[in-house]
């Protein structure tokens, strides 16, 4: 789950970003306050990156993707990427976890053949 969480994460690092330069052309935001809200968002992307194993890591990027939906009230093709990415963050989670608990059964599975050769053998 960790790695597709991380891919979507870092693909909303680049998506905020091109967003900023979009909003940049609104003429009642300022150029700082525009950079200090998307460079708050960039860096908590990259962040939770490193987040998504600890407890609530997975939760403050479901913050994140509402924040990105929500972002389309300045930029309004974010309504359409949030909910992209928002998409994304679910199938990430979702099947992310179901390949997590594979992979832990196929080592299991390798655990006890390997056992069970070294006790045959």
Known sequence: MRTL???TLI???FVIG???LVAMKDPDLTMGTVWTVCGVA???SVLLCGTLSRPGGVQLGWVLQIGLV???FVVPVMFFLGACFAGLWWASVHYGGKIDAAKARWAEQQAADQGAEQAAG
């Open 70 to 72: 929500l972002s389309g």
């Open 5 to 7: 969480c991380a891919s």
């Open 42 to 44: 960039m860096v908590l």
């Open 18 to 20: 091109f967003a900023g």
């Open 11 to 13: 693909g909303e690092f």
